[in-house]
């Protein structure tokens, strides 16, 4: 479970991770792909990113399945609830439609082959995820390459869980509030919404069937709570990030 594994995994690093300690941030290379008023969206300048504008807002219930136009997907429609990312690692592949709205809270998610990413690779993709608010980790079986990160409207695709441009991603994109639709969301669980980080909804690996609900929606009307003029999303509770980077609400 998700929890545990991550409460094991932290007491694990603290017994054997005395020379040398944890992976330490570059600050200054961080800083240099943080957004800023002049440059909105560093992302432009990493090699290999997509980027796509998705309508914001458009909620399908815990039964449905979207016809997503790239696996992993990284927006489009999305279940009402959204996946716990606050710095968790999931054991298993979870459920692409409570992923999405992730995203849309302004979390990176990391994704990888099991059967191509193990070992000492895997535990440095989970090492720059654990514990990191508005991050999340799971494997997503069948990946055209090894790893692929995702964050609203945008995704790179990788092959080593060393290349330096998964941080250049995460520096700038995670809680990006010029590339997110819902600015101040949290990313944290919310008791009986359907969604438990311990035991998520599973990933469905089958292809989507007729009754699937297209990246347009279908006709499915934007929540009205979430979208403001030009499609983009209200912020929750009205602001912006608090200093550090976190919601002032919460993760």
Request: aromatic fraction near 6%; hydrophobic fraction near 30%.
């Amino acid at each position: 479970m998700a929890h545990d594994r991550r409460g094991r995994r932290r007491r694990a690093r603290r017994r054997t991770r005395v020379q040398p300690g944890p992976e330490v941030p570059d600050h200054q290379e961080a800083e240099r792909w943080a957004p800023t008023a002049e440059n909105p969206d560093p992302s432009t300048a990493i090699d290999g990113v997509t980027a796509i504008d998705y309508p914001a807002g458009i909620h399908v219930t815990g039964t449905q399945r979207v016809a997503y136009d790239h696996a992993p997907p990284f927006g489009g429609p999305h279940d009402g609830v959204w996946a716990t990312c606050t710095g968790v690692v999931y054991e298993d592949p979870i459920r692409s439609e409570n992923a999405v709205h992730s995203l849309e809270h302004g979390a990176v998610w990391v994704t990888y082959d099991p059967e191509q990413v193990s070992g000492d690779s895997l535990a440095t993709l989970e090492d720059k995820v654990d514990g990191v608010p508005y991050m999340m980790l799971s494997p997503y079986p069948g990946l055209e390459t090894p790893i692929s990160l995702q964050s609203w409207g945008r995704q790179l695709q990788l092959d080593d869980a060393q290349d330096e441009r998964i941080d250049q991603f995460v520096a700038a994109l995670r809680l990006n509030p010029n590339t997110y639709p819902e600015v101040g969301a949290s990313c944290s669980t919310i008791p009986g919404s359907g969604f438990d980080p311990d035991n998520p909804p599973p990933f469905d690996p089958s292809e989507p069937g007729p009754d699937a609900v297209p990246m347009d929606g279908g006709g499915i009307e934007p929540d009205p709570s979430e979208v403001r003029s030009g499609g983009m999303q209200l912020p929750a509770q009205g602001g912006l990030p608090a200093e550090g980077g976190v919601p002032a609400q919460g993760q």
